[in-house]
């Protein structure tokens, strides 16, 4: 099983930047894809981007596509997401995951799971 921690939530002003970061380990993290998952307040868990082990394969949401970049660490298993022109709706606590496959997870798939880091963005 991955191990997963993110950090790098806060607040932000709408229309503003965040980098979120997603740390892994585990003996098998090396070959596995990486991704984010968001959920607000009653409603239900939403993928917002995948990336593959080698990060030839990546994947947004129509919803975040043009303003978020998902992207690998070098040495590390590490996975960011850098937002930028934040909008209100993103205010959710946004969730790393790892998968085998890249398209599970954006398919909605993962087998482990972090934490949650919150982003509140506001107007």
């Known amino acids: 099983q991955v191990q997963l921690v993110e950090s790098g939530g806060g607040l932000v002003q709408a229309g503003g930047s965040l980098r979120l970061s997603c740390a892994a380990s585990?003996?098998?993290?090396?070959?596995?894809?990486m991704g984010w998952f968001r959920q607000a307040p009653g409603k239900e868990r939403e993928f917002v981007a995948a990336?593959?082990?080698?990060?030839?394969?990546?994947h947004y949401a129509d919803s975040v596509k043009g303003r978020f970049t998902i992207s690998r660490g070098g040495a590390k298993n590490t996975v960011y997401l850098h937002m930028n022109s934040l909008k209100p709706e993103d205010t959710a606590v946004y969730y790393c995951?790892?998968?085998?496959?890249?398209?599970?997870?954006?398919?909605?798939?993962?087998?482990?799971w972090g934490q949650g880091t919150q982003v509140t963005v506001s107007s």
């Open positions: 585990g003996r098998t993290l090396s070959t596995y894809a």
């Open positions: 990336i593959s082990w080698s990060a030839g394969n990546i």
């Open positions: 995951a790892a998968h085998p496959i890249v398209s599970a997870i954006a398919g909605g798939a993962a087998s482990s």
